[in-house]
């Protein structure tokens, strides 16, 4: 089996990784900086998604900003938004620590 040609299959740039890395970061740190603003259950009907996704592989790179927004605008929406503190169908153990006190903790039987 041969390898793809570097036009089409265009490896890891470590000279931007590092940049690329951290605008994902970002962007999660934004998301849970908002969760509290997302509807806590899920807002489409499923199925939804598979109108914005092609019936074939991509063929070319598209670009971070791009798959970011697509997150932002298509996948988010349909997400149960479980670290939102607006749900409460569970304790949240895996959270915070104000989850549980810590004095409470040390006396655990």
């Known amino acids: 089996m041969g390898s793809l040609p570097v036009e089409i299959f265009?490896?890891?740039?470590?000279?931007?990784?590092?940049?690329?890395?951290?605008?994902?970061?970002?962007?999660?740190?934004?998301?849970?900086?908002?969760?509290?603003?997302?509807?806590?259950?899920?807002?489409?009907?499923?199925?939804?998604?598979?109108?914005?996704?092609?019936?074939?592989?991509?063929?070319?790179?598209?670009?971070?900003?791009?798959?970011?927004?697509?997150?932002?605008d298509h996948i988010i929406p349909g997400l149960t938004h479980w670290q939102s503190p607006n749900f409460f169908g569970y304790f949240q153990a895996n959270v915070k620590h104000c989850g549980f006190s810590t004095k409470d903790a040390l006396h655990w039987p």
């Open 10 to 72: 265009n490896p890891l740039n470590p000279d931007s990784f590092s940049d690329e890395s951290q605008v994902v970061v970002d962007f999660l740190a934004e998301y849970y900086k908002d969760v509290k603003n997302y509807p806590v259950q899920s807002q489409v009907k499923p199925g939804y998604l598979k109108k914005f996704c092609s019936d074939i592989a991509p063929y070319s790179l598209e670009s971070l900003e791009s798959i970011l927004e697509d997150v932002r």
